[in-house]
């Protein structure tokens, strides 16, 4: 038998092995090989889980999905990177949904004013490109997949509603008032506290843009659009904490800061502090004061339950 021979009836007998065994069986496969462009677009593949908090001490929105792996896809070595792409791809409409739901000022949440304004609509968008994501490990049997990002509350969402490239002045006082020069602001607001205008009381809440008042005279004291640029992208107009970890505010308040009790809030939402009209003097007569506010040099304490809060959870 020729060495030809040989080869041919070898692959003739391996051709015959491929070949169906009988009318409606197929080959047997060895491993799953699912791919989302062909076995199931990305938008199929339910997500499981929704979940977005803002964290105000940190000045971050977080979000997390999770997902379910495919069974066609359950033995494939890829298939939990795959189905974490296919979060990415749908993160932004997301994203949008829940800073709709941060609380921007003391009358309204984010939503409101880009239901009327589209051009601010697409800006707020557009932040979600910078949206930090990390992948987290699958569930311990390789069947759940899941995603978090983060997006930095200042500069990304503030500056695009107080997109100012010059401040407003800080306003002053006439004459002269007993105080020294501070290194920073710290506004003790963790209880309940009178709204102006009603007979009600609240305690106060965060929110991107808050303001301050004098209490005596209802004039603003402090707004967001007083803070130079250069602090305002650095870390917005005021930072949050909860009672006890003011220390972690070193850097934006020094080691000797002017400290207030807040003496009531303003506004539909309890947001904006109003602040005794014997500290707006100490505040407003000195230039090294004044400084404090055109460097956002604020910090606001309130109640412990409201320094993180859930926005989205399904």
């Known amino acids: 038998m020729s060495k030809w021979f040989r080869r041919i009836s070898a692959f003739s007998l391996f051709a015959l092995c491929l070949l169906p065994t009988g009318q409606g069986s197929s080959p047997s496969l060895l491993y799953a090989t699912g791919s989302f462009s062909v076995d199931r677009d990305a938008n199929d593949i339910p997500i499981d889980r929704r979940e977005a908090e803002l964290d105000w001490e940190d000045g971050v929105l977080r979000i997390r999905l999770q997902a379910r ?7 494939n070595p890829t298939a939990v990177q795959r189905v974490q792409r296919s979060l990415d791809r749908r993160v932004d409409k997301i994203y949008l949904e829940a800073a709709s739901q941060v609380q ?26 910078a949206l930090r994501k990390r992948y987290t490990g699958p ?7 899941a995603v978090e990002y983060t997006l930095e509350l ?7 509603f107080a997109p100012h490239t010059r401040a407003r002045s800080v306003p002053t006082v006439p004459g002269w008032y007993p105080s020294r020069a501070f290194t920073g602001v ?5 209880n309940e506290l009178p709204v102006h205008g009603t007979d009600r009381s609240l305690r106060p809440v965060p929110a991107l843009l808050p303001r301050l008042h004098d209490h005596e005279r209802y004039e603003v004291v402090f707004e967001p659009r007083m803070v130079e640029p250069e602090y305002f992208e650095r870390w917005g107009p005021v930072g949050y904490t909860s009672p006890g970890r003011e220390d972690r505010f070193l850097e934006r308040v020094g080691p000797n800061p002017m400290r207030i009790l807040a003496a009531g809030v303003f506004g539909t939402h309890p947001a904006d502090l109003m602040i005794p009209r ?8 000195r230039e090294e004061n004044r400084r404090l506010l055109a460097e956002g040099r604020v910090l606001i304490v309130v109640d412990e339950q409201h320094i993180r809060e859930s926005i989205l959870v399904d």
């Not at 792996?69 to 033995?75: D, K, T, Y």
């Not at 000022?105 to 490109?129: F, H, K, V, Y």
């Not at 569930?139 to 997949?145: C, E, K, P, R």
């Not at 014997?278 to 007569?285: G, T």
């Open 186 to 190: 710290v506004i003790y607001a963790t």
């Open 154 to 160: 200042h500069p990304e969402l503030s500056r695009r």
């Open 139 to 145: 569930s311990a049997d390789l069947t759940q997949a």
């Open 69 to 75: 792996v495919p069974n066609e896809l359950a033995r």
């Open 278 to 285: 014997e500290d707006v003097l100490r505040l407003l007569s």
């Open 104 to 129: 921007l000022n003391s009358t309204e949440r984010i939503g409101e004013p880009l239901n009327r304004d589209a051009e601010l609509a697409n800006q707020i968008r557009q932040a979600s490109d």
